[in-house]
């Protein structure tokens, strides 16, 4: 299973580190991803990172803010959110993916991801 952690309430402008505790399935997966659902709109990817060689991945929308980082001893990986704007808004969850396709990546597509959290909320709001 995938539990987020580490969501709530911030100002625009502000910080949140969320953090995503793997476990209870094969620990060999290829990558972790980040996604998020925003009130009325489908699931977007906007980060990822690879297990066993660290390849990072950003949407453009939180390229330069957001910094997703793993602690492979500890089965964690973790999304630096900093700069939140009100559109960052969102349901985030991550995901596990045990299969990569052979050539480019398709980290922001969620059909990709076998595994899922249930999802944390994040609020950024004034």
């Known amino acids: 299973q995938l539990v987020e952690s580490g969501g709530g309430l911030v100002q625009p402008g502000g910080s949140l580190r969320l953090s995503c505790k793997v476990s209870?399935?094969?620990?060999?997966?290829?990558?972790i991803g980040w996604f998020r659902e925003a009130p009325g709109k489908g699931r977007e990817g906007i980060s990822c990172?690879?297990?066993?060689?660290?390849?990072?991945y950003y949407a453009d929308s939180v390229k330069g803010r957001f910094t997703i980082s793993s602690d492979n001893g500890e089965n964690m990986v973790y999304l630096e959110m900093n700069s939140l704007k009100p559109e960052d808004t969102g349901v985030y969850f991550c995901?596990?993916?045990?299969?990569?396709?052979?050539?480019?990546?398709?980290?922001?597509?969620?059909?990709?991801?076998?595994?899922w959290g249930q999802g944390i909320q994040v609020t950024v709001s004034s």
């Open positions: 995901a596990a993916d045990t299969l990569p396709p052979p050539g480019v990546y398709p980290f922001r597509d969620p059909n990709q991801f076998d595994y």
């Open positions: 209870g399935f094969p620990l060999n997966y290829y990558s």
């Open positions: 990172i690879t297990r066993s060689d660290g390849i990072t």
